[in-house]
C-alpha cells in the first residue's frame, strides 16, 4: 500500500467524522459558549501583540520534545498497566479509548508496525479538569471509534513514575494533555500535535482527523506480505490478550460478587441467630420471672391462709365440734376439730397450708365413703354439708 498515493483515501474515511463534529459542537454548552464570546475581544488584542512570542514558544517546546524523544523511548518498567486501566474504569466507567496495555516502548513499536501514529494521554486524577474531560471528552463515541481506528493510544498516570517522566520530558504544565507523535523509523520522530488544559470533544476530534490527513505521507506501511503477516499476527495476539485480560476481569467482578452476596448471605444468618437467641432469652426470662411472681403470690396465700386459719376449738370441752380425720393421696393422715356451724372453707385452708402433701391448692375435692360424698363447695357449713363427728375425708386429686 503506497500512503503518499492513499493520502486521499484517509480523507475519504475521516470525512464522515467531519460531519459527527458538527453534531458535537451543537452538543456544547450554551453557557460556555457565553463565555467564550465574553472574552473573544480581549483574546484577540492579547494575540496580536503577542503573536511573535508565541510562536517562538511553540517552536521552542517542540524542539525541546523532540530532543528529549530519543530519551522517552527508553523502556520503562511494566508496573502495573493493568491497575491504571482498571482504576480508571473504576473511576470513570469502561467508556473510553483502546488503552495499550504494555509500556510506552511497546506501544511505539506497535504504532510502527501497525503503520499508525501514536497518541499519549498523561492523566492527572487530582486535577480539577480531568474528570470533566474523561467523562464528556474521551468517552465521546466518534472520538473513540476514531482513535481505535487510526491510531495507537497509550495512557499512563503522572502518579506512576512512567507517567511522571513522560510529564517531565514533554514538559507538561496543565492538563489533560495529549500528543501525536510520528513513529516513522526512515526520519527523526516528531511530535505532530499536542492538546493541553480544556478543549472540547469536537476540537479534539478536529485535530485527530486533521493531522491523520496533514501528516499521512509520514506513515510508512509494511514492507513486505511477510511483515503484514507479523502485524496481523501480533495484533491478534494483543486481541486475545486483551480479550482474556477482560474476561479474567469480568471473572473476578463476578467471584467478588458472588462472594459478597455469600457474605451478606451469612452476616443476616448470623444476625437472624443472634436475634432469635436473644428473643429466646427474653422469653425464658420472662417465663422465669412470672413463675417466680406466681410463687410470690401463692406464698403470700399461704401466709394469709395460714394467718387466718380459725384456733382450732375443744373437742372435750366446747360444745357443736366435731373431729375429722383427713387422708392425703399420698397416705398421710391428718386429724382437726372443727364447730358444725364453721363453713368448709376452714378445712380447705387447713389442707392448702400442709406443706409436705402431694396436692396443690385448688387442685382437689373430699370425699366420704359412707355413704359415698364428694364436697368441693367451700361456703356450705359442715353441717349443711351433712358431714358428722368422726367421719374420715379422702382428699382426691382432680
Not at 494521554?121 to 471509534?145: D, G, K
Not at 510508512?220 to 477482560?246: C, F, H, L, T
Not at 393421696?329 to 376452714?346: C, T
Request: positive net charge; glycine residues 4%.
Amino acid at each position: 500500500m503506497n500512503i503518499v498515493s492513499e493520502k486521499e483515501n484517509y480523507t475519504h474515511l475521516t470525512k464522515p467524522y467531519d460531519e459527527k463534529i458538527d453534531n458535537i459542537i451543537i452538543e456544547e454548552s450554551e453557557e460556555e459558549n457565553e463565555k467564550q464570546a465574553n472574552k473573544k475581544t480581549d483574546k484577540k488584542e492579547f494575540a496580536n501583540n503577542n503573536q511573535v512570542t508565541n510562536t517562538k514558544k511553540k517552536k521552542s517546546y517542540f524542539q525541546i520534545v523532540r530532543e528529549n524523544l530519543k530519551s522517552i523511548l527508553t523502556p520503562f518498567k511494566n508496573h502495573g498497566e493493568s491497575r491504571f486501566l482498571q482504576e480508571y474504569e473504576d473511576t470513570y466507567g469502561r467508556t473510553h479509548p483502546n488503552f495499550y496495555n504494555g509500556t510506552f516502548k511497546q506501544a511505539f513499536n506497535t504504532a510502527k508496525e501497525e503503520s499508525k501514529f501514536l497518541i499519549i494521554y498523561l492523566h492527572s486524577p487530582e486535577h480539577i479538569s480531568t474528570r470533566a474531560f474523561c467523562e464528556q471528552v474521551f468517552c465521546n463515541e466518534n472520538i473513540i471509534e476514531f482513535l481505535n481506528e487510526f491510531y495507537v493510544c497509550y495512557c499512563d498516570s503522572i502518579k506512576r513514575s512512567s507517567g511522571f517522566l513522560l510529564s517531565g520530558k514533554f514538559h507538561v504544565t496543565t492538563y489533560p494533555f495529549l500528543a501525536i507523535v510520528t513513529t516513522n523509523s526512515s526520519s527523526q520522530s516528531q511530535i505532530l500535535k499536542v492538546f493541553e488544559g480544556n478543549f472540547k470533544a469536537y476540537q479534539l476530534l478536529t485535530g485527530l482527523i486533521n493531522t491523520l490527513e496533514q501528516n499521512s505521507a509520514l506513515i510508512v506501511p509494511p514492507q513486505s506480505a511477510g511483515e503484514e503477516d507479523e502485524i496481523r499476527s501480533n495484533r491478534e495476539i494483543r486481541e486475545k490478550q486483551d480479550r482474556e485480560y477482560r474476561e479474567s476481569v469480568a471473572k473476578d467482578e463476578e467471584r467478588m460478587k458472588i462472594e459478597k452476596e455469600k457474605k451478606r448471605i451469612e452476616k443476616e444468618k448470623r444476625d437472624l441467630s443472634l436475634e432469635l437467641e436473644r428473643l429466646e432469652k427474653e422469653r425464658q426470662l420472662e417465663i422465669e420471672k412470672k413463675k417466680i411472681e406466681k410463687k410470690e403470690r401463692q406464698k403470700r396465700v399461704m401466709e394469709d391462709k395460714r394467718r387466718n386459719l380459725k384456733p382450732e376449738p375443744n373437742y372435750k370441752t366446747e360444745e357443736g365440734v366435731i373431729r375429722l380425720r383427713v387422708v392425703f393421696p399420698d397416705g398421710e393422715k391428718l386429724s382437726r376439730s372443727f364447730k358444725k356451724q364453721w363453713e368448709m372453707k376452714n378445712l380447705f385452708d387447713l389442707v392448702d397450708v400442709q406443706e409436705n402433701n402431694s396436692i396443690k391448692p385448688e387442685k382437689y375435692y373430699f370425699v366420704k365413703n359412707y355413704p359415698k360424698t364428694s364436697f368441693s363447695v367451700k361456703n356450705i357449713t359442715f353441717e349443711n354439708a351433712g358431714i358428722q363427728d368422726g367421719d374420715t375425708l379422702m382428699v382426691i386429686k382432680k
